[in-house]
């Protein structure tokens, strides 16, 4: 059961693996978990996956770039 109007108990959507997630950090106004943000510290920068992560981050920087 959850009734919990008042209080966005629901978490936030993770900018990395886009679900709901309750903890995690923020990056200016976007929200990252606290599973990825572990993954992206423990991924080495010529991995693969770390592209990934780039990727998706480009949504936090690139509102920020454009502001120039
Ligand atoms: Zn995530």
Redesign the pocket.
Known sequence: MELNTNKSSDGET??????K?DK?IHIYTQ???????K?LVSTETNDEKYKHFLNQMRKITEPMLNLK
Do not use: A, L
């Open positions: 993770c900018v990395i693996c886009e679900q997630k995690g929200f990252i978990c606290n599973e990825c943000e993954e």
